[in-house]
């Protein structure tokens, strides 16, 4: 067995599997000296380290001895230091790691040939049973098959450097310094009794600025002790070959090849920030292992590794992605309060949460939440936030979810069933589906609709149920025109397909259909029809304010009409409302100003956007600001943040609240407030988004569709009883869940 890359990932993996089969013969190929070494300290989880004592307790035992630990976390931003305890890190330096790996593998007889370059990776799959990659990010190995791993390599926006103190750090340590040239941090730890690991890192364009760019190692040491003297006490930093990086993200289709597999950094990365890059690599050593003891056929044990690893892997790669885009958009971040800042540091990756850090620290957290404003016993998703004249009760808001149907676009009992039971379920405002202002704006024929006054009736009857039944339930309604996305089945029949009969014309921003060879090619809006359209939605607008809707919100997401316009995919225009952003938001503002004209003066209007389309040449992360800020000036109370199902070639990066990004950085540079959706399915990540200041407002869709009652279950769990969730009288009995056995 061959295994390319002496760091710890190799050297792990080399011991782990002499040790399960002695009569194997293991070498190791490592092209620097053994006591070479990028970086300083390790750090290592409780998690990982008892998987360590289970495959190997002579490792574990000796690692046990040399870690150093601690609990605390300080952040340090404009003069103040927060400190948050309870967190239970274990550090040790990387030479010593290696060194422990060393002396195990000379004790099994692994074969260790330093300052030696391996093989190429054809002559050692001709020549070995197995070959394992662990040659890091830059991986030969990989390179030489990438037809088949197929890697995605991502460079990012920041430049890093890992630096050393000679002094232990009492804590995790992250500093914020705001310099002429833009912001820096500092990441630092200790990992011996007498040092630290440092980690300096900033925006390419900050470095830049800064001249980090012209200086050579030394200089940059000096560079950074000076920008950070207060945290280093005038103490120097040192260095050992260290280069200013820029961090790449490693993502691999497949992990083996034959008989090669990747392991570590040469199958994947994950950002230093969240300090997984070693726990994974040995990680992935001791998962492989098991594999070939279980697994006797080599296609079969490598198939069961890739199987293990690859979800706990990519769920950590999600987690680093938003920790490094965090650091990366931190600029945005540093306004915040100090508590409330050290709080969104702390919660940045969604690993860690307003749940677990009140297990952790209560004494931080309680300071968060009463500097938010919570009453004693409420968590943040009870408070109430206020919107124009309308106070909503809670922070949970039904999110809009087409139901197709209605008959003629008269909402009938399904919806006063649908609408009425999320009301009674204690979300402080409950949405419609999209209504539709025109039966030409439609997406299918069961859409609901607002244009005429049979609707405005029906509709009638659900708010009054609503404001009867559910006091202090607010409802709202979201008007909306499909655009070219419009005349298609019912979505359980055929999503975005045409209508097998009975297609109505579609109009749009640009002649541009949905899909190519599938959807009607859409006519462009001309100024007749603009007009026309802008009506529509007035006349919506007027119904709906007849009917008791509390709240309106205007569909500009999503690829429907006027997200058309939004676009530069899908707006090609070459008049005054094509071109520019300026151009391409002109007239979804002028409707938005037409229905605002109409809708009642005291009751809120909102608009829900797509913030990105998850396609090259969409709309930018600027742009996205930008049409938040202009709706905003045009009197937009809040912004529904949303993203994509623009363009049918979309490649979203889904994952937990993946689309909140999107809201925090509207809200933090336009000051408007923002409803948050997507993926957010937990009440401890409602409370995390709410008091780290990404959201002001938490949209939810499929929970609940699960369960109508899970703003109510949500308080039950976590011990509320206030007024922001009242079980409607009928229900009190329920309030709590009922016994799942017997009692003795």
């Known amino acids: 067995m061959a295994v390319v890359g002496g ?4 050297l792990y993996a080399a011991a782990l599997l002499k040790r399960s089969d002695p009569a194997r013969e293991v070498t190791v190929w490592e092209r620097n000296a053994p006591s070479d070494t990028f970086g300083f300290g390790v750090v290592l989880s409780d ?52 060194e422990i790996l060393q002396n195990r593998c000379a004790d099994l007889d692994v074969r260790l040939r330093f300052r030696t370059e391996a093989p190429p990776a054809a002559d050692l799959a001709a020549t070995h049973d197995l070959v394992v ?47 002429r040239h833009g912001v820096m941090q500092l990441h630092a730890y200790p990992y011996e009794a007498d040092a630290s690991t440092v980690i300096v890192e900033m925006r390419e364009e900050v470095w830049r600025a800064a001249g980090f760019d012209m200086m050579d190692e030394a200089e940059s040491a000096a560079r950074c002790a000076r920008i950070f003297a207060e945290a280093l006490g005038g103490r120097p930093l ?81 987690a680093a992605t938003a920790s490094l885009r965090w650091f990366e958009d931190l600029a945005e971040h540093v ?54 004249g309308l106070t909503l009760r809670n922070r949970i808001v039904v999110s809009p979810m087409d139901m197709y149907v209605a008959e003629d676009g008269v909402p009938g009992d399904f919806h006063l069933v649908h609408l009425g039971s999320r009301a009674l379920g204690g979300a402080g405002l ?125 569909h500009c997401a999503h690829g429907y009409l006027l997200s058309g316009f939004l676009s530069p995919l899908t707006n090609h225009r070459t008049d005054g409302y094509g071109g520019d952003l300026d151009g391409r938001l002109r007239f979804p ?3 938005f100003d037409a229905v605002r004209e109409v809708w009642p003066g005291d009751r809120p209007a909102t608009v829900r956007i797509s913030a990105t389309d998850w396609a090259e040449g969409g709309t930018t992360e600027e742009e996205a600001v930008g049409i938040a800020r202009a709706f905003a000036a045009h009197g937009a109370d809040a912004v529904d943040v949303s993203t994509g199902q ?34 957010i399915s937990s009440w401890d990540d409602v409370n995390s988004l709410l008091l780290a200041g990404r959201a002001d407002l938490c949209a939810l869709a499929r929970p609940h569709l699960y369960d109508p009652h899970w703003t109510l279950h949500a308080a039950a769990e976590q011990g509320y009883e206030g007024p922001a969730a009242p079980w409607p009288a009928p229900y009190r009995a329920g309030d709590r869940p009922p016994p799942t056995g017997r009692g003795s």
């Not at 760091?7 to 190799?10: A, E, N, Q, R």
């Not at 490792?59 to 952040?75: F, N, P, Q, S």
């Not at 100090?338 to 690993?351: E, M």
């Not at 049918?648 to 889904?654: G, L, S």
């Open 47 to 98: 998690e990982t380290l008892g998987g360590i004592g289970d495959a190997d307790p002579v490792v574990h035992e000796a690692l046990t001895r040399a870690l150093v630990r601690w609990d605390d976390i300080d952040v340090v931003h404009r003069g103040h230091r927060t400190t948050s305890t309870g967190h239970g890190f274990a550090a040790l330096g990387r030479r010593g790691l290696l």
């Open 589 to 591: 503002l002028e409707v």
């Open 133 to 179: 990659a662990a040659d890091g990010v830059h991986s030969r190995t990989r390179e030489a098959h990438a037809d088949h791993f197929r890697p995605r390599i991502t460079t990012h926006r920041c430049r890093y450097l890992w630096l050393a103190a000679d002094f232990p750090f009492e804590a995790f340590r992250f500093e914020i310094a705001e310099t």
């Open 238 to 318: 040192r260095s050992h070959r260290s280069a200013w990086t820029a961090f790449r993200t490693v993502v691999n289709t497949h992990w083996s090849y034959g008989n090669t597999v990747l392991i570590g950094d040469a199958a994947h990365t994950a950002h230093f920030s969240i300090g997984s890059g070693t726990k994974l690599a040995v990680e992935d050593a001791v998962c492989l292992a098991r594999a070939l003891g279980a697994h006797p056929a080599l296609p079969e044990a490598l198939a069961a590794y890739e199987t293990e690893r690859r979800p706990v892997v990519e769920s950590t790669q999600r």
């Open 430 to 554: 409950v949405m419609t589906e999209m209504v539709c202002v025109s039966p030409g704006g439609r997406i299918t024929p069961g859409c609901t609709g607002l244009w005429n006054d049979g609707q405005a009736d029906a509709w009638a009857r659900i708010t009054a149920f609503v404001h009867e039944r559910a006091p202090g339930t607010a409802l709202g309604v979201q008007l909306g025109h499909a655009g070219r996305k419009g005349s298609t089945r019912r979505m359980w029949e055929g999503i975005d397909q045409p209508l097998p009969t009975g297609n109505w014309p579609l109009v749009a921003a640009s002649p541009l259909p949905y899909r190519t060879g599938v959807n009607q090619v859409p006519r462009a809006l001309d100024r007749a029809g603009l007009t026309s359209v802008r009506e529509e939605f007035t006349a919506a607008a007027r119904r709906a304010a007849r009917s008791g809707f509390d709240l309106l919100e205007l």
């Open 7 to 10: 760091g710890p990932g190799g």
């Open 335 to 388: 306004d915040r309060p100090p508590r409330r800042f050290a709080f969104d540091l702390l919660t940045r990756s969604r690993r860690v949460t307003h749940a677990n850090l009140r297990l952790r620290d209560p004494a931080f957290t309680a300071t968060v939440e009463r500097d938010f404003g919570c009453p004693p016993g409420t968590p943040p998703m009870f408070t109430p936030f206020r919107l124009r």
């Open 646 to 679: 623009v363009v049918p070639h979309e490649a979203p990066a889904y994952g937990r609240s993946y689309q909140t990004p999107y809201a925090d950085r509207i809200r933090d540079r336009t000051g408007v407030p923002v409803i948050a959706v997507g993926a």
